[in-house]
């Protein structure tokens, strides 16, 4: 049903929201409304001081509170969710995060103060309080330090307050909504068959998920899309399947509950989503979403390559699956045809027949740690049989090339040579002419030539024959 209206829940209080363009930002349209705690920083997700707090499904399935920047959230989006800003923090006194921030003097001039309280908030009633919580979060005054002793002198146990009570009281299902202004009109379908007829009627409306891409697009270049559809609450891209032989993940199933339901399980998709941005992103983030914008630098596609993942995909006439080596066409183009979504991405479990022996990592090179872009990230998979022969191998790259990609011509040389050190020479003299990088600011073509043979080498030197590692999980 047709609606110019819809509401949310901030700090307790129900907002009605009316004529307001569906991609009007949460981080915008709080301001506007006067809750200023929240501050604008960079506007593009990357240093936190716009966090907030909204209730959504933890890994377990049960309400809980999410930490999120809200600079990168089409208003739209949180129709019928609960937010808390600083302001609903503080409401009845002092939180135990703020007092620990105070005592310990976690506060100079200010400015992302709040949002540091958001993030510690979130880890607070999940009993996490760490310096992983802070990841997302960047300060110029205190040097850190007062602020990560405070997330030390936090508690991590708690019972009922205010806010672990709130939890026990919330429903997380939400209705579907077709919300419409003068000149722009938001989806929000709960089931595939919908989505589709929806993409029937409007061909060129605009998919979003976590909607962390299209923030920027609409944080930092101002864009208006006419039709907005929003994938976040279809169901069937909301499942997770696991059997013996692979997992299948629903591509609107946001990274944070990836990162935790499957630890263990791929240990190269364990190490690159502890990197892939920060808390904030991956809360919002969806694996279909990152491999869908057919970023050369998308982090989760050098992985996916090198684990042999499929795509299911979907529209009117039928579903087809297909390799993920078979979906990137060009710089930001896909295999995805018009009015076709991305339903799920299935990892098989199992190795090469013969092969006893699986090796996998992944790595990612950037100017910081976590919460940066890829310089060059890679990803591989290599089998071994009891002579300790190569028998499959998969070496995946992002940031050489204008899609993410294989090394395939290395890979068919490797397969049939012994794992040692020779051979990685030899695959390192090939690999240095096999991509022809661009240069940038982030590095010259030169460096990434030498970062795309290195990085195979430090992989040999990481899991040898010589350590006994088998990481396959």
């Known amino acids: 049903m047709q609606n110019n209206t819809f509401s949310l829940i901030i700090n307790g209080e129900k ?25 604008e920083g960079c506007g593009d997700g990357d240093c936190g001081a716009c966090t907030v707090a909204v209730v959504g499904q933890g890994s377990n399935g049960q309400p809980q509170y999410l930490a999120m920047n809200s600079c990168l959230i089409p208003l739209a989006t949180m129709a019928g969710r609960e937010i808390i800003t600083v302001e609903g923090v503080g409401k009845e006194g002092l939180h135990p995060v703020q007092a620990a921030m105070v005592s310990l003097g976690g506060s100079q001039c200010g400015y992302c103060t709040p949002g ?62 077709h919300y419409i202004t003068s000149h722009q009109q938001f989806f929000r379908p709960l089931q595939l068959s919908e989505v589709l007829e929806i993409l029937q009627q409007y061909p060129d409306a605009k998919l979003v998920a976590g909607a962390t891409d299209l923030g920027l697009e609409i944080s930092h270049h101002h864009q208006e899309f006419p039709t907005l559809i929003s994938l976040e609450s279809v169901a069937e891209l909301q499942q997770l399947k696991q059997t013996s032989d ?20 791929f240990l190269s998709l364990d190490e690159m989503l502890s990197w892939f941005a920060a808390r904030q992103i991956r809360n919002r983030a969806t694996i279909g979403g990152n491999l869908a914008t057919a970023s050369p630098i998308g982090d989760l596609a050098p992985v996916l390559l090198s684990l042999d993942a499929k795509l299911r995909l979907a529209s009117l006439t039928g579903e087809r699956i297909i390799c993920i080596a078979d979906f990137f066409k060009g710089y930001r183009q896909t295999e995805l ?12 479990k199992t190795i090469t027949a013969n092969a006893i022996r699986r090796l996998s990592q992944s790595y990612k090179i ?7 872009i890829s310089i060059v990230s890679a990803a591989f998979t290599i089998d071994l049989d009891t002579n300790n022969t190569i028998i499959h191998a998969r070496l995946a790259y992002g940031g050489v090339a204008a899609i993410p990609i294989r090394a395939i011509n ?3 040389m490797l397969v049939g040579k012994h794992w040692n050190y020779a051979t990685i020479q030899n695959a390192k003299i090939l690999l240095k002419d096999t991509f022809n990088p661009l240069t940038d600011l982030r590095g010259s073509a030169d460096y990434r030539k030498r970062l795309i043979a290195n990085l195979f080498e430090k992989f040999f030197i990481e899991f040898s024959p010589s350590q006994g590692c088998n990481i396959f999980g």
Not at 126 to 139: A, H, M, R, T, Y
Not at 142 to 148: M, N, V
Not at 246 to 265: C, D, F, H, R, T
Request: charged letters at 20%; glycine letters at 8%.
């Open 116 to 177: 540091f309280i958001m993030s510690l908030f979130t880890a607070y009633y999940k009993g996490e309080v760490n310096d992983e919580s802070l990841e997302g979060n960047l300060c110029r005054c205190t040097g850190y330090l007062p602020i990560r002793r405070a997330a030390e002198l936090v508690n991590n146990t708690h019972s009922g307050d205010q806010f672990s009570e709130r939890l026990t009281q919330i429903d997380l299902s939400v209705n579907s909504l």
């Open 366 to 372: 950037g100017k910081r740690g976590t919460d940066d």
């Open 246 to 265: 692979y997992v299948e993940i629903g591509a609107s199933i946001p990274l944070s509950q990836i990162e935790e339901n499957l630890k263990g399980i």
């Open 15 to 39: 907002v009605l929201i009316q004529d307001l363009s569906p991609t009007l930002t949460l981080l915008e349209y709080l301001r506007r409304s006067g809750w200023v705690g929240t501050k």
């Open 337 to 348: 045809q018009p009015q076709e979504v991305m339903v799920s991405i299935i990892i098989p």
């Open 410 to 412: 290395i890979e068919t």
